[in-house]
């Protein structure tokens, strides 16, 4: 190998067979996902929380916000 | 929509058995349930190619089509595009010119050009442009896609 040389890359193979993984092609046991609610105003005051509605929906294990 | 459907797809040469909802596209029978995540959910809208697929030879986007209604026809994914052991002669193509870059795209890309050689053994650069217009590159690596293309053409005069 030298300068000027064109190497190729060393997961390319994986890559072209489907072999390579990717964050969204990992599966973990009891694998949790994350779903993000952003606030649709740009640089608003956080004035508080309903959560009530999140909280009902099948599966929910925790809601993550932000303090006020 | 919790009603789950016994679906028999035939994948590369072989019968899987999944469950799956009625409104499962074809990608996410593979990807979920086969386990077979070489195919990617790019947009999952039919608009950037990640998801393609071979449905009875035919390029399909698997993004779009219903897992239920594929039936007995045969699908290929770019698992089953080369014989498992050495790649195929688009994948060397797209390895050697250096048309890897990120990867999303390239299995799209390896099932978009399998179909074009398949139909057409020395395409020109226009129609190797038309042939991959369906495909999205974000890295934009097209240059060398196309070039690696025209490896495979040129090496079958």
Sequence with gaps: MSIGASPPRIEAADKATGRARYVDDIKLPGMLHTALLTSPHAHARICGYRLDAARALVGVKAILIALT | MNDRLA??????GELHEALASPA??????LRDQLSLTGTKRGCNHGVC??????????????CLALAADV???EVTTV??????VSCS???RALIESGAIQCGF????FVMALTYLFASDPRPNRETIRA??????????GYVKIVEAAERIAEARV
Excluded: F, M, W, Y
Excluded at chain 2, 24 to 29: G, I, P, Q, R
Excluded at chain 2, 50 to 61: H, M, P, Q, Y
Excluded at chain 2, 79 to 84: L, P, T, W
Excluded at chain 2, 105 to 108: A, E, I, L
């Design chain 2, 79 to 84: 698992e089953g595009v080369a014989d498992g």
């Design chain 2, 105 to 108: 795209c390239t299995p799209g």
């Design chain 2, 24 to 29: 499962a596209t074809l990608l996410e029978v």
């Design chain 2, 71 to 73: 039936g007995e026809r």
């Design chain 2, 49 to 62: 190619g990640a998801c393609t697929v071979l449905i009875d030879g035919k390029l399909a986007r698997s």
């Design chain 2, 7 to 12: 679906l028999l797809v035939k994948v590369n």
């Design chain 2, 89 to 91: 002669a688009v994948q």
């Design chain 2, 131 to 140: 042939a991959l217009s369906g495909n999205l590159c974000r890295c934009s």
